[in-house]
């Protein structure tokens, strides 16, 4: 059974980065949504039991192209935003800097943080229509800036790398407050990205 992510801050906690009405519709709807269909398109398929990851890393064995379809936008749309609402705090809390092994790779792969930000908000912003720029880690500890449409990520894409920090551009992400300034909503991303929990999953992703 997937469920969603719990947040651990309140629905406005995340002001005014991110206005309390777009967090009660994000979460409360849009990821509930993709979080239920998942569900059932899993039991449907008969991969109830799997993990999302191996779902989303397999899905040419889904021979049904409905269903593998599905599984693709739905365990694409849970998984993402899992990662995503994880990943932000409120901007009192939030680090604002890698730690440990992350900040080395980040240094050694990606030419220090700043680099590393622009490159995502640069993937972000130029996703032509819905999607998501993501920095993601091979097997190897190395560090990925790439950006997606619709709800596919490194693991659907078949990359075999992990994500580990997701910005979701799609414009029920930022349209009630920002409207279409995408960039405005990107820089504020930032403010609330919480690059200890990013640190964490990298440690997580290399085992
Ligand atoms: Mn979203």
Redo the contacts with the bound molecule.
């Keep these: 059974m997937f469920e969603q992510v719990k947040l651990t801050y309140d629905v406005n906690g995340l002001e005014p980065q991110i206005d309390q009405l777009t967090i009660e519709t994000?979460y409360g709807k849009?990821?509930a949504t993709y979080t239920k269909t998942f569900n059932e398109l899993a039991e449907k398929a008969g991969l109830a039991g799997k993990s999302a990851e191996e779902i989303l890393g397999s899905l040419d064995s889904v021979a049904d192209e409905t269903l593998r379809k599905g599984l693709r936008n739905q365990g694409g749309?849970y998984y993402?935003?899992n990662l995503?609402f994880s990943t932000l705090a409120p901007a009192t809390t939030a680090a604002k800097v890698p730690t440990g092994k992350l900040a080395e790779a980040i240094d050694r792969d990606l030419g220090g943080l700043e680099a590393a930000i622009d490159a995502l908000s640069k993937a972000a912003a130029g996703q032509f229509g819905s999607g998501?720029s993501f920095l993601s880690v091979d097997k190897d500890g190395k560090l990925y800036v790439t950006a997606s449409p619709n709800q596919d990520n490194p693991i659907s894409e078949g990359t075999g790398r992990t994500p580990i920090l997701a910005l979701?551009v799609?414009e029920?992400?930022y349209y009630l407050k920002y409207r279409n300034l995408r960039p405005d909503y990107i820089k504020a991303f930032w403010e609330i990205l919480d690059w200890k929990v990013v640190s964490d999953l990298y440690d997580k992703a290399l085992g």
Excluded: F, T, V
Aim: proline share 0%; net charge negative; charged share 10%.
């Design positions: 994000h849009h990821h749309g993402n935003h995503y998501w979701d799609w029920h992400a």
